[in-house]
């Protein structure tokens, strides 16, 4: 369903296990970042009133996580720790050359977004599925629903604004770099790591 053509070993939900604070903190932060990108986007692109609809609604929902995912920290006894730097993300915005047509880059902005939010729903997926931890497993499936749903609206809205068999080359492009790109992860207790 997602088209990602990569997938996570078991192994990195070990990691991810064995140093929740980390995980928990990275994943608090990039909810946070994916609010931040739709509200991005309402910004520059305000004269698009459904794509404005959509991401108001993502910013809203991403926050909420965002919320959801401190409120479990704190129930634990943990401390939201410092924001770090998504190498992840910043790879994938590099992966498209910077363009001046609003057009392009609001598609590149769309399908870095779609695959971000594709990576997370399998990975946490993958993480769901290998936690003892029940209520860790509750969330994390909860949660992997809903990424799907942000996957699918980003892609939607691409093929929307530039012809969908161009937007599908870049797609495909992107996920064939993406896939390298994740050979060299899944050592860190990062949701992108």
Avoid: P
Wanted: hydrophobic residues 40%; contains cysteine; negative net charge.
């Amino acid at each position: 369903m997602l088209g990602l053509q990569f997938e996570t070993a078991t192994s990195w939900a070990e990691i991810a296990k064995d140093n929740l604070q980390q995980i928990l903190t990275d994943h608090a932060f990039l909810e946070q970042k994916a609010a931040s990108n739709a509200v991005s986007i309402i910004i520059n692109y305000s004269e698009e009133t459904e794509l404005v609809k959509e991401m108001s609604n993502i910013a809203i929902e991403e926050m909420q996580h965002f919320k959801m995912v401190h409120l479990l920290m704190v129930k634990r006894g943990m401390v939201l720790g410092r924001e770090q730097k998504n190498d992840y993300a910043i790879r994938l915005q590099k992966f498209f050359n910077k363009t001046k047509d609003r057009t392009d880059a609001l598609i590149q902005r769309l399908l870095v977004a779609a695959l971000i939010e594709a990576r997370s729903c399998e990975r946490f997926k993958v993480f769901s599925e290998n936690m003892e931890d029940e209520e860790l497993s509750k969330f994390y499936n909860n949660l992997m629903i809903s990424e799907a749903g942000h996957y699918t609206t980003f892609l939607k809205f691409a093929r929307e604004y530039q012809d969908k068999e161009i937007v599908d080359k870049k797609w495909n492009a992107l996920l064939a770099f993406e896939a390298e790109m994740m050979k060299e992860r899944g050592n860190t207790a990062k949701i992108h790591g």
